[in-house]
């Protein structure tokens, strides 16, 4: 009789303290390692945790690997989407899916060390309500990458009205209180760094050095990186809107002087402003026009989509 009590301690707890949540986009490189590195750590706390892997539509052998871990490891969950929804939308998912009274996100390439994780706990445990992770250094990213991030982080410093902290990523521990904040947030654009600081509470930060992936590509080339800035720099700011009023007058200001001048010229002088002139300035307040409209269709479109209220994303299958 005694021995069967022990056992049903030992027995897996249903509900985790953590949950640890990571979206996955072809990472079968990465996979098997990444599980190894949390396993180690998260046993080392000792309190029971979950493991939330995000299949973001992934065309390699991630499902299988995933689906081999939860046959193997009980801690392990997956949410299985039917296409690729994107990293943010597979993080919200995740936070969606959590039963943690705090949820930690990181990323599945190991490039946030999970080694970070019992110092994010230890804030946690003090106290704070959000603790991200801050990288002091970025390990085995290009030039190019390090130099539109910096570009990045200082343009959403000086333009949007919230306080989001330079160089983080997405790699935090949230509470309980703040996962059921961000969890009632739909917007369909989601920055969730950005709404993350966005919901306030007890903010404290750690750092750490941020390492190289550890095989495999990264999964935003460009383009994605383009729309990211887009998506984060929308949602959380009018700015770009409102400089069509500010151009608007610097313009008018400008072809006042301009025509004070031609009219000077033209009596004094006899000199005609000429037709390349003219072609300058029609293709210059063309340009800037149309760069307003395209401004305007980047709000629009995001309008648009928050009408039609689609859901953010699609399971095929959750492995409970
Ligand atoms: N990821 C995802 N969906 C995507 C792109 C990326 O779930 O559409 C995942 C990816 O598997 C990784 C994390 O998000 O775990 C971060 O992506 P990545 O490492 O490619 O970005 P980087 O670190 O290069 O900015
Ligand atoms: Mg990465």
């Known amino acids: 009789m005694q021995s069967v009590s022990v056992e049903a301690a030992e027995q897996p707890v249903l509900r985790p303290v ?15 390692h990444f599980y190894k590195r949390i396993i180690t750590i998260m046993e080392q706390i000792t309190e029971p945790f979950e493991l939330l892997l995000i299949n973001d539509g992934s065309r390699d052998a991630s499902l299988q690997i995933m689906q081999n871990l939860h046959e193997h490891d009980p801690r392990v969950r997956v949410i299985d989407f039917s296409r690729n929804f994107g990293h943010q939308v597979a993080i919200s998912a995740g936070l969606d899916y959590a039963q943690g009274d705090a949820v930690i996100i990181l990323d599945a390439d190991l490039q946030d060390p999970p080694e970070v994780i019992p110092e994010l706990i230890a804030r946690w445990k003090d106290g704070a309500e959000v603790v991200y992770a801050q990288r002091s250094k970025r390990l085995g990213e290009t030039g190019f990458k390090l130099l539109t991030a910096k570009l990045f982080y200082r343009l959403v410093e000086r333009i949007t009205s919230i306080d989001i902290p330079r160089d983080t990523g997405d790699f935090r521990l ?37 390492q190289e992936r550890l095989a495999g590509t990264t999964k ?69 026009q149309l760069i307003f409209l395209g401004i ?21 299958k959750v492995l409970e």
């Open 174 to 210: 949230l509470d309980r209180q703040v996962v059921e904040t961000l969890v009632k947030m739909r917007e369909q654009h989601r920055f969730m760094r950005g709404l993350s600081a966005w919901v306030g509470f007890r903010q404290e930060a750690v750092s750490y050095e941020r």
């Open 296 to 316: 305007l269709g980047e709000y629009l479109g995001r309008i648009y989509d928050e009408v039609r209220a689609r859901p953010l994303y699609i399971v095929r």
């Open 220 to 288: 935003y080339p460009l383009y994605k990186m383009i729309r990211f800035s887009l998506d984060a720099i929308t949602g959380f700011s009018h700015v770009p809107l409102q400089l069509a009023t500010t151009f608007g007058f610097l313009l008018a200001g400008a072809s006042l002087i301009g025509i004070v001048i031609a009219v000077f010229l033209r009596l004094f002088t006899g000199a005609i402003v000429g037709q390349a002139s003219t072609l300058i300035l029609v293709l210059f307040l063309g340009g800037i």
């Open 18 to 32: 953590y949950s640890i949540v990571a979206p996955v986009f072809n990472e079968e490189e990465t996979l098997p």
